[in-house]
């Protein structure tokens, strides 16, 4: 069984991202084999700990998936990978999850996997008052599962100060510290840092966060904490990982504009008969041949709104494939794709696939954000009627036409209509997981296949 740990904070913005990507590169070079993951349902991050790793990054997600599918990303994982180690970062607050409870946190995911966990602190004018809010987060819940500290942004000389103050007051080891490496630092813009693709000088960035965390972080003790045995949930099955025969071949768009995308949807879409080939809306001319779907996933669309304007045949081949039929699923950037027209980041207008009839434009600020639900009064392409479906949202462009085929709501209780819906298609802003409970990946392979059969009858 792989061997895990959680690298997690008080609160964003205290470095877990730089710590865990610092963490992972000292274990490579080590020659340790290590799958990432990400609590949550980020979509950056797991780009950063795939360029570190080699490995894709995959997401732990209690509200999208459940735990039962959870349990299976690990499991596909260590089928897969057959990595001995396992690191997660978490999102947010250690105890931060949904509409202002522990539900579907890092720690309630830590808390049902039996997952030990490192808090990252950000030492900022705090000493014996550092140790206090350590304390805090320790008596908060009794089964913590936190087992060592460590600082970021911090020089050596406090971290000496604040070593023997932190172990005295909180019984917790202190593992080490990063320095503040500016050097390292990633940039950020309106959904969070820049994508890993977008550094050019990554590798160098990626070898001094390396250097730095064999400096100055106790890798052995370190070590010593994925020691810890990690929870099987008595429920938990044997399942059979991989490919199925393929049946059909869905056409997923990946590129620079279109890169938001689970790892673990792609492996259900495959396991369920899929066969997938990646193009690029950016680069390509036409859809791959022979495509029974179409996978539009989000993205940023909106940096490269003149370039995938001016690619005029792919926007006829993807327009004119969605109106023949071809079963179609375009999530956020992929929904801004087949509007009518799309603003860039300059507010310039361009003119998109033109599936739809809205004008996507930029909102200046961040629109609806966060976990919801979604249900629908008509079966269709992923929904039967009636069934809730576990989705996320996040962006800061909008559109004339968001849709109103389905009612999503919050778990505070706000509701709204969005996305449109029929036989083949799904398209709004909400993003879902395809490996969560409902089958949304066996569905749209069925369809797929009947589409399959039906163009070639």
């Known amino acids: 069984m792989m061997k895990m740990l959680m690298i997690t904070a008080m609160h964003s913005g205290a470095g877990k991202t730089v710590m865990s990507c610092a963490v992972m590169a ?30 894709p990054g995959r997401n732990l ?45 890092a ?19 705090g000493g014996v008052s550092l140790a206090a809010q350590v304390k805090g987060m320790l008596s908060f819940r009794p089964e913590n599962g936190i087992r060592g500290l460590l600082l970021s942004g911090c ?39 820049l994508t890993a693709g977008e550094i050019r000088d990554l590798p160098a960035r990626l070898s001094r966060l390396a250097a730095a965390a064999e400096e100055h972080i106790d890798m052995e003790m370190l070590l010593s904490l994925f020691e810890e045995p990690r929870r099987v949930c008595c429920e938990e099955r044997e399942e059979s990982f991989g490919p199925a025969p393929a049946r059909c071949r869905i056409a997923v768009a990946k590129d620079e504009a279109f890169c938001f995308i689970y790892a673990d949807t792609l492996d259900a879409l495959r396991e369920a008969g899929a066969e997938l080939c990646f193009f690029s809306p950016l680069h390509d001319r036409r859809l791959p041949e022979s495509a029974d779907g179409l996978y539009l996933p989000g993205g940023y669309p909106e940096l490269y709104a003149g370039a995938l304007s001016r690619n005029g045949e792919m926007r006829r081949s993807v327009a004119e494939a969605i109106q023949r039929g071809m079963p179609a699923v375009a999530e956020c950037g992929g929904f801004l794709y087949l509007q009518e027209s799309l603003e860039d980041t300059e507010r310039k207008v361009f003119p998109m696939c033109g599936v739809l009839a809205g004008k996507a434009f930029k909102t200046g600020k961040l629109q609806r954000f966060g976990y919801l639900k979604l249900t629908e009064d008509a079966d269709s392409l ?46 709004g802003f909400p993003h879902l997981h395809f490996d969560g409970k409902a089958p949304l990946a066996a569905r749209f392979e069925r369809a797929c296949e009947e589409w399959r059969r039906e163009k070639n009858s």
């Open 26 to 55: 000292a274990l490579k070079n080590r020659g340790i084999r290590i799958q990432p993951f990400k609590c949550g349902p980020d979509y950056i991050d797991p780009m950063f700990h795939e360029r570190v790793t080699g490995v």
């Open 61 to 105: 997600d209690l509200f999208l998936q459940g735990e039962a599918g959870v349990r299976r990303t690990l499991k596909r994982a260590e089928r897969q990978t057959g990595a001995g180690y396992g690191l997660a970062e978490a999102a947010m607050g250690y105890y931060d999850g949904i509409n202002g409870t522990d539900r579907a946190s």
């Open 107 to 125: 720690w309630d995911t830590a808390r049902r996997l039996g997952l030990p966990a490192v808090l990252v602190l950000r030492p900022e004018g």
């Open 155 to 193: 020089s050596a000389g406090l971290a000496a100060y604040l070593k023997p103050i932190l172990e005295r007051e909180t019984g917790l080891p202190l593992l080490g510290f990063l320095p503040s490496m500016p050097e390292a630092e990633v940039e950020s813009r309106h959904l969070g840092l």
């Open 382 to 427: 992923l929904f039967c009627s009636g069934e809730e479906i576990p989705a996320h949202e996040f962006h800061y462009w909008d559109t004339t036409a968001p849709g109103a085929a389905l009612r999503a709501e919050k778990e505070n209780g706000r509701a709204w209509r969005c996305a449109v819906t029929g036989k083949s298609l799904y398209a």
